[in-house]
């Protein structure tokens, strides 16, 4: 289903343009224009674009994390309207988005699968509340991962990061992002108090109260992050360990519990022959 079969089942007053060919990255002025002039007379303009199968797929790396210039430009042309602009992001991994400031919000769908047209219509209308957190971390640009000085399309492929991949890297180094790992917004806030820790039979828990501060049903998704304050190894400034989703009705408050084995805060050590070799765990 559609977003546009989704609105039409709601009964939804709206003007559509086609605005950019999805299989053909070019420019169309034609079909630009009629997209602008549609926003000119509209109280909320809603873009829906994203990567194509021929940006992202199987069986092939991306060449850059941009979107199509036929979507770029057609985004700054509307914006260029004055009118509040909402773009419905569907994509399976970053794009770059220097146009974000220009927006009035953004949804990112991921890759929703068949019935994403209905999800986003959903969302949009405040049915259901946005609760999922990133998965990876959103650089800027292309220049800002942190593969980008070592990667290559030859027949060797080296990883010279070691330990700091994703966000690992972008916080050890302080990297300006447009979004961090683990970010996420809803339509409703929410409040953590009460955090205790405590250790029992080899593992740590940690339990919070969260409290649905806002207006609207939601889920938060609690997140757990350790860090080792005086490591004779080089480590990352944090490590997530534990997460779990709640969902909480306005001004309910749960208890949530998030644990781990003592043993995963451990690493593999390989000993020099002299010292009996083989591998120990620290």
């Known amino acids: 289903m559609t977003p546009k079969d989704a609105f039409d089942r709601r009964g939804i007053s709206y003007a559509y343009e086609k605005g950019y060919r999805s299989f053909d990255p070019g420019r169309d002025e034609r079909l630009e224009q009629a997209a602008v002039r549609a926003a000119e007379d509209a109280d909320v303009i809603l873009f829906f674009g994203g990567l194509t199968d021929f940006e992202e797929s199987e069986g092939f790396d991306r060449e850059h994390m941009r979107l199509g210039d ?29 146009f974000h400031d220009c927006l009035s919000a953004l949804l990112y769908m991921v890759l929703p699968g068949q019935r994403g047209g209905e999800a986003a219509a959903a ?11 990133l998965a990876e971390s ?76 806002g207006k609207r049903r939601g889920a938060e998704v609690v997140q757990l992050y350790v860090r080792h304050k005086a490591s004779a190894v080089f480590r990352p400034d944090k490590e997530l360990k534990a ?38 765990h620290i």
């Open 70 to 98: 036929n979507q770029t430009a057609l985004l700054e042309k509307l914006a260029a309207t004055g009118k509040k602009l909402v773009f419905v992001l569907f994509a399976g991994a970053p794009v770059e988005l220097p």
């Open 123 to 133: 969302l949009l209308y405040g049915e259901a509340a946005p609760s999922g957190k």
């Open 138 to 213: 959103w650089p800027m640009r292309l220049e800002d991962t942190s593969c980008f000085a070592d990667y290559n399309r030859g027949p060797v492929s080296r990883y010279y990061e070691s330990i700091y991949v994703g966000y690992r890297a972008y916080d050890k180094a302080g990297t300006k992002l447009r979004f961090p790992f683990g970010f996420g917004l809803s339509y409703t806030t929410f409040a953590y108090a009460g955090m205790t820790v405590r250790e029992e039979d080899g593992r740590v828990a940690v339990s919070a109260d969260i409290t649905n501060t």
């Open 243 to 280: 997460f779990a989703k709640v969902f909480l009705e306005p001004g309910e408050t749960k208890r949530v519990e998030l644990a781990f084995d003592k043993r995963d805060l451990a690493f593999v050590a390989r000993w020099p022959r002299a010292l009996g070799g083989g591998k120990r």
